[in-house]
């Protein structure tokens, strides 16, 4: 952790390593358990298996961004922008959680809001990519968040895990250096 950060920001890097993004993968994880435990009546199998799909994506994406961004010595970020940003980020995955398991025909809304929170947070220049590559990233968010608003007006379940699915490749594809490093570093 960086020596000369400001106390605040030490103690924020903290929360967000040790509470905060560790609970939005808790919800997650209880959004995902919840819906194969005890599936809502109310879902049909395409949005039983859409539900599925999308909490299947934002694990994968809570535990490699973890590693990517918690699980190592990283310099502390100093832009209160950053921090409003990585909690309005973490907000959006917990709504997107709950509107697969208790309002499905919100997850296309709360999708879209996701998705729109990356391109700020990208476009912005808040969140660097570690392969440098932000129009990448900015492209790919947006793109998701129009899919997910198309989704909504044309009310085509389809849509949601796809859009998921696509943008959980490409961004591991983006991010496929500094994943392979971190994960070797940890076996």
């Not at 103690?11 to 005890?38: E, Q, Y």
């Not at 949005?47 to 909490?55: G, R």
Request: glycine residues 4%; contains cysteine.
């Amino acid at each position: 952790m960086s020596a000369n950060a400001p106390p605040l920001y030490k103690t924020l890097n903290r929360l967000f390593a040790s509470v905060f993004w560790p609970a939005a993968a808790g919800n997650v994880f209880w959004a995902i358990w919840s819906l194969i435990v005890d599936p809502p009546s109310a879902l049909g199998n395409d949005e039983y298996a859409s539900s599925l799909v999308v909490m299947s994506a934002l694990t994968i994406y809570l535990t490699a961004n973890w590693v990517l961004d918690f699980g190592s010595e990283q310099q502390v970020v100093t832009s209160p922008w950053y921090w409003v940003a990585q909690t309005t980020h973490v907000m959006t995955m917990v709504a997107v959680s709950m509107a697969a398991t208790l309002r499905f025909d919100w997850i296309a809304p709360a999708s879209a809001v996701f998705f729109l929170v990356n391109v700020m947070g990208h476009g912005s220049g808040l969140w660097s990519p570690r392969d440098g590559n932000v129009r990448a990233h900015v492209a790919l968010h947006g793109t998701a968040a129009i899919a997910c608003l198309i989704a909504v007006y044309a009310q085509q379940v389809a849509i949601i895990p796809i859009t998921y699915g696509l943008v959980l490749a490409l961004w591991i594809y983006l991010r496929r250096d500094p994943l392979s490093k971190s994960f070797s570093r940890r076996v």
